[in-house]
């Protein structure tokens, strides 16, 4: 089922990882909810090996999403816009092919991976972020089931967050929601949320120690 979800960086200022990580564990584990598995989200980064027709180097994101075992996301990133492709997992045997025209940098590689909890018709996703096996911080995804338009439910979206997280969740809705507040929400919209949260971590001041962003832009 297509939900409406949102995507949070959990602030983790001691920079304690599994510390942080529990806390939210045991809040979640509080509220009744049962654990129904693992998840990962990961991304690859490639750059254009030369500069475009309209000046600066373009990003191709390479998403995978253990919900959507069987698919390939590539997210072509310009200055002016994203375009978002779901393929084949096989589109990931053509990647070498590209190599004259996109490059991945090393060590750029991201993943959010961690436990999956039910409660209710919520489905919570409690991630550890690392970047080359280093820990980055924390980033939890939140799905309401019954719905598909964050309009109809960002309300109770932030109540429930906020039962479990804190006031780092905000009253107003992130960038992102409010871009597509009307919208039908799809599997592409939340793979687009990843690759800005998994860019906040590569590239903000703290990598999700004091800071917090709400939903991807």
Known sequence: MLVALRLHIFPDASRSGCVETEKLHKRIMHLDALQCGMFTVDCDTYYTTAQTAGGGVRKMHIVHNSDTPTTTYAILETPSKQVTLSADFLFDLLLPRL???????????????????????????????????????????????????????????????????GSCVKPTPPTYLQNHYNDIHTAQDTVRQYVEKFNEFREGPNFGGSQSSGTAN
Request: proline share 3%; with cysteine; hydrophobic share 40%.
């Open 99 to 165: 190599d004259h025209m996109y490059q991945a940098k090393k060590n750029l590689k991201i993943e959010s991976k961690g436990a999956k909890y039910e409660i209710g018709d919520f489905l919570v996703k409690i991630g550890t972020v690392t970047m080359s096996g280093h820990y980055k911080g924390i980033l939890v995804e939140v799905e309401y089931l019954p719905c598909v338009t964050p309009a109809l439910c960002w309300s109770l979206i932030r109540e429930f967050m906020q039962s479990f997280m």
